[in-house]
């Protein structure tokens, strides 16, 4: 059956693209800038950009047409262990991506190219119920239509922001922090040495539209800026950009940039902590002015309870890398060791650390925000919904059996992942198996490969 009605996603989409007053400020934009160049560009599961180039003199044929992209690119155009491409289907071989108009920016670093983020579908003209749709596989569309679902049904909306730590390196000759020695956490002394870096990084946010608010060196080489918080889509979209930002400044300082989760053994963990809040229009229903300081609300309570409920099944996306559990298996580091919810602890999966919001911790700096904050939103309606309820906050010496525990392999949480039916329903069947997937094939290589740790374990004489 083919499905071509004028009133198909896609079409709504196009429909919208040509609305003159959108189309106009776009092009005033370009006049202004004197833009040339644009990315058409859309997010892999993995967090990766990918798209198209385009001519900015063709901008109303491609905003209104959308450019050709390959559906098998959200899953980084890998291949399964026999050679086939993941999440691409025989009949479905191509997909549209169509800009979202309000999403256009400039690129700071370069004012002749500009970019927009696109939203995928399935073409019109596919033999099928799909033709038309937005591909399930879009991590950024899925996490509009569960924003969306979620604030029908409940009236609320997430607003989230990212704390992103990085590690930067061949930036100082200065050598890495000695044990014993005096601590770098938070000296400014040693963040001067990354001084060129961080102002670079702040600059180009404050152009594309991140509202850089504070920043820190917790050692050196580990930089974490952050920007204010927001619509939790927009925060998503903005966490893109910083990473592109970063790449960007490391480019042109000659130095490199890692979102690696564990760079190291000794070193500090990269995370990217998700503070989040839950509005009602313009009031947080985490705030309750006749309750103390450090305290939740009856919403913010229940969100908490289920955000516990589902850490350890969620954190195969939360922590969606191999290398994303050494984090966790080394204690004292500010890393998450059990899923419970604490104040000032910060080895709990969640931490209430001020009035107003949570800090949800488990989430790694490789994390696709796409998925996490859709993730996220399940879990907070399931525990508005059954009113979870948290227990009370643990301190650092009593763990809490109360929850399940963090897994503290990516096979281990891909295996609860996939048994988890409330984050399948929030990712949809097709979105969740391609991401099952895909994560599944990384651990497999990862098994098959030979390590600098089993050279060091089995190869001296006498073993």
């Known amino acids: 059956m083919t499905v071509t009605s004028v009133h198909s996603e896609l079409e709504e989409h196009r429909e919208e693209n040509t609305r003159q007053d959108l189309v106009q400020r776009v092009k005033e934009k370009l006049r202004d800038t004197g833009v ?37 690119l959200m899953a980084d155009a890998r291949v399964d262990r026999n050679g086939n491409l993941l999440g691409v289907s025989p009949e479905d071989p191509e997909c549209v991506a169509m800009p979202d108009l309000d999403s256009f920016g400039v ?12 939203r995928l579908y399935h073409h019109t003209r596919l033999a099928s119920e799909r033709a038309g749709r937005l591909l399930a596989t879009d991590a950024r569309s899925n996490l509009k239509r569960v ?63 991140l509202d850089m608010t504070e920043g820190n060196g917790d050692e050196p080489g580990q930089l974490e800026l952050n920007w204010q918080y927001d619509q ?15 790449r960007q400044v ?26 989040i809040s839950l509005w009602a229009g313009d009031r ?11 305290h939740l609300t009856e919403t913010g309570r229940h969100a908490l309870g289920g955000i516990l409920t589902h850490t350890a099944a969620a954190s195969a996306i939360m922590a969606p890398t191999v290398n994303s559990y050494k984090r966790y298996w080394h204690t004292g580091q500010f890393a998450p060791m059990q899923a419970d919810w604490g104040l000032d602890n910060k080895t709990c999966a969640v931490r209430l650390p001020d009035i107003g919001r949570l800090e949800v ?12 904050h859709a993730v996220l939103i399940a879990a907070i309606e399931d525990g508005l919904v059954h009113q979870i309820d948290p227990g009370p906050p643990q301190d650092a010496e009593r763990a809490s059996d109360r929850f399940s525990p963090l897994p ?24 969740a198996r391609l991401y099952h997937s895909f994560r599944s094939e990384e651990w497999m290589r990862f098994c098959g490969a030979v390590t600098d740790w089993e050279h060091l374990t089995y190869s001296q004489e006498g073993c």
């Not at 990516?410 to 097709?430: C, N, R, V, Y």
């Open 361 to 372: 911790k488990t989430p790694d700096a490789m994390v696709n925000p796409y998925l996490s």
């Open 232 to 246: 939790a889509e927009l925060t998503a979209d903005r966490l893109i950009l910083h990473r592109q930002i970063c």
């Open 408 to 431: 503290l392999s990516l096979s281990e949480a891909l295996d609860q992942f996939i048994a988890a039916p409330l984050l399948i329903q929030a990712l949809g069947p097709e979105l």
């Open 147 to 209: 924003h969306a679902g979620f604030t029908a049904r409940t009236g609320l909306h997430l607003r989230s922001g990212c704390e992103s730590e990085v590690t930067w390196s061949d930036v100082s000759p200065k050598p890495h922090h000695q044990p014993g020695g005096p601590t770098t956490l938070l000296h400014l002394e040693s963040l001067k040495d990354y001084q060129e870096v961080y102002q670079r990084v702040i600059r180009y946010g404050h152009a594309l539209g």
């Open 250 to 275: 490391a480019r042109e300082l000659g130095c490199k940039v890692s979102f690696m989760p564990k760079p190291a053994p000794d070193h500090l963990g990269n995370g990217c902590h998700h503070n």
């Open 36 to 72: 040339e160049f644009i990315h058409y560009q859309a997010v892999t599961l993995s967090g990766r950009v990918v798209g198209k180039l385009g001519c900015a003199r063709h901008l109303a044929q491609n905003v209104e047409n959308g450019v050709r992209l390959h559906p098998a």
């Open 284 to 294: 947080n229903t985490f705030i309750d002015p006749d309750l103390s300081h450090l």
């Open 107 to 118: 690129f700071p670093w370069d004012p002749s190219t500009g970019f927009f983020f696109c």
